[in-house]
């Protein structure tokens, strides 16, 4: 009853922002919202349940060249607050199966960001809590889908002392990005390695104890995305496995590579067909998961007459690392070099604000303890989103 209640409130509190952000429009001010509800069915896996889980958000982004006059300036925030179930318990995959679950329910600044642009807005440096994963790593086409490696490679997911800069907790960020000719581009960022934000129980770290992680990426962004990328923790961190002689996880260095491709193969803005591809690799040591593989297909524009009707299926596979099997084996469980996943979902908006999308996936988890190993989760999704376009 109280989730009820939230949500409600939400939806009432987000259905004003239009008339808020037009008048933050007029400041030079672009303030958005959105509030997702996700219904989720585990209808095969650890055990049948289903579950509600909400997300909301709020964003701001102020052009500051128009408000103060600093030419090229920018800022933004992003309030984020995450409650509900924990379907991944019951569904027993190690990448995951919905991408706003979260460990612990709670609100806080997800990002907070200034940005001075230069070189006649071809280079920008951007400084504050920002999402790693808006400009790295990152398929577009694959937005749309729900299990979370098609978000990020789990190998790059699965690093640092408590996760990379990406949902739901960033870490201070400092990031160059520089566009190259027509179409291409090159970016890198040094990151604060331990994420956290105000409203996490430790709060911003501000001392960078546990190093920085390093990444880069060039591309070009010719018919889509086609890019090359790699990163590097600054600091040595437990292997999941090997023991020194004194009993103490070996200390290794966590790096890694990946290379993705999105196109449009078909159609145009309005209706067209995007395929999407990415691997990644990583040194295999530190983390659950060596490297990985996700692909797919975006139809957007599929039913005639609905223009925003979009149909979206991926395949995805997280590689082990070795160590990590060899845990599996010594807790007893029979493991297998990965796990694979595939998703279809399709999306459609019921109004202006207001969007629907079912979702299907099945799990071939990488480990089992005489169970079985098969994985089947149905969702539905509600997305009421308000802001400036």
Same mark, same amino acid.
């Given at each position: 009853?109280?989730?009820?209640?939230?949500?409600? @409130?939400?939806? $009432?509190?987000?259905?004003?922002?239009?008339?808020?952000?037009?008048?933050?429009?007029?400041?030079?001010?672009?303030?958005?919202?959105?509030?997702?509800?996700?219904?989720?069915?585990?209808?095969?896996?650890?055990?049948?349940?289903?579950?509600?889980?909400?997300?909301?958000?709020?964003?701001?982004? =102020?052009?500051?060249?128009?408000? !103060?006059?600093?030419?090229?300036?920018?800022?933004?925030?992003?309030?984020?607050?995450?409650?509900?179930?924990?379907?991944?318990?019951?569904?027993?995959?190690?990448?995951? !199966?919905?991408?706003?679950?979260?460990?612990?329910?709670? =609100?806080?600044?997800?990002?907070?960001?200034?940005?001075?642009?230069?070189?006649?807005?071809?280079? $920008?440096?951007?400084?504050?809590?920002?999402?790693?994963?808006?400009?790295?790593?990152?398929? +577009? $086409?694959?937005?749309?889908?729900?299990?979370?490696?098609?978000?990020?490679?789990?190998?790059?997911?699965?690093?640092?002392?408590?996760?990379?800069?990406?949902?739901?907790? *960033?870490?201070? *960020?400092?990031?160059?990005?520089?566009?190259?000719?027509?179409?291409?581009? #090159?970016?890198?960022?040094?990151?604060?390695?331990?994420?956290?934000?105000?409203?996490?129980?430790?709060?911003? +770290?501000?001392?960078?104890?546990?190093?920085?992680?390093?990444?880069?990426?060039?591309?070009?962004?010719?018919?889509?995305?086609?890019?090359?990328?790699?990163?590097?923790?600054?600091?040595?961190?437990?292997?999941?496995?090997?023991?020194?002689?004194?009993?103490?996880?070996? &200390?290794? @260095?966590? &790096?890694?590579?990946?290379?993705?491709?999105?196109?449009? #193969?078909?159609?145009?803005?309005?209706?067209?067909?995007?395929?999407?591809?990415?691997?990644?690799?990583?040194?295999?040591?530190?983390?659950?998961?060596?490297?990985?593989?996700?692909?797919? #297909?975006?139809?957007?524009?599929?039913?005639?007459?609905?223009?925003?009707?979009?149909?979206?299926?991926?395949?995805?596979?997280?590689?082990?690392?070795?160590?990590?099997?060899?845990?599996?084996?010594?807790?007893?469980?029979?493991? =297998?070099?990965?796990?694979?996943?595939?998703?279809?979902?399709?999306?459609?908006?019921?109004?202006?604000?207001?969007?629907?999308?079912?979702?299907? &996936?099945?799990?071939?988890?990488?480990?089992?303890?005489?169970?079985?190993? +098969?994985?089947?989760?149905?969702?539905?999704?509600?997305?009421?989103?308000?802001?400036?376009?």
């Amino acid at each position: 009853m109280q989730s009820i209640r939230f949500s409600l @409130i939400a939806v $009432s509190a987000l259905t004003a922002a239009p008339a808020c952000a037009q008048e933050a429009s007029e400041r030079s001010v672009a303030v958005g919202g959105r509030y997702v509800a996700d219904t989720v069915i585990v209808a095969q896996g650890e055990e049948s349940r289903s579950f509600v889980l909400h997300d909301v958000e709020m964003t701001a982004e =102020a052009d500051l060249q128009k408000l !103060i006059g600093v030419k090229g300036l920018s800022a933004g925030g992003h309030l984020l607050a995450n409650f509900g179930g924990k379907p991944n318990d019951a569904a027993g995959t190690l990448q995951g !199966i919905n991408n706003i679950e979260v460990g612990s329910a709670r =609100a806080k600044l997800y990002e907070a960001w200034v940005q001075q642009a230069f070189a006649a807005s071809r280079a $920008s440096i951007r400084l504050g809590l920002t999402d790693l994963n808006a400009d790295f790593y990152q398929n +577009d $086409s694959a937005g749309l889908l729900i299990a979370p490696p098609f978000g990020i490679g789990s190998e790059l997911a699965a690093t640092g002392p408590n996760g990379p800069s990406i949902f739901p907790s *960033t870490a201070l *960020t400092a990031r160059l990005s520089v566009d190259v000719g027509a179409h291409g581009y #090159v970016r890198a960022a040094v990151v604060d390695a331990k994420s956290g934000v105000l409203g996490d129980p430790t709060g911003i +770290d501000f001392r960078f104890r546990d190093g920085v992680l390093l990444i880069g990426e060039a591309g070009t962004t010719w018919g889509g995305k086609l890019a090359l990328g790699a990163w590097r923790y600054s600091q040595r961190q437990d292997d999941v496995h090997a023991l020194t002689a004194a009993g103490d996880p070996v &200390q290794r @260095i966590a &790096q890694g590579a990946y290379v993705l491709i999105d196109q449009q #193969v078909a159609g145009d803005e309005e209706a067209g067909t995007h395929l999407f591809a990415r691997i990644g690799l990583s040194e295999g040591k530190t983390t659950p998961f060596r490297g990985g593989f996700q692909a797919g #297909v975006l139809v957007t524009g599929l039913v005639p007459g609905r223009p925003d009707s979009q149909v979206s299926f991926g395949v995805e596979h997280g590689l082990l690392s070795h160590g990590f099997s060899g845990n599996l084996l010594d807790e007893g469980f029979s493991a =297998a070099d990965g796990e694979t996943g595939i998703e279809l979902t399709y999306q459609d908006k019921l109004a202006s604000f207001l969007s629907i999308q079912p979702d299907i &996936q099945y799990i071939r988890r990488a480990y089992s303890d005489g169970h079985g190993r +098969d994985t089947l989760v149905t969702g539905l999704r509600l997305i009421a989103a308000f802001g400036d376009d």
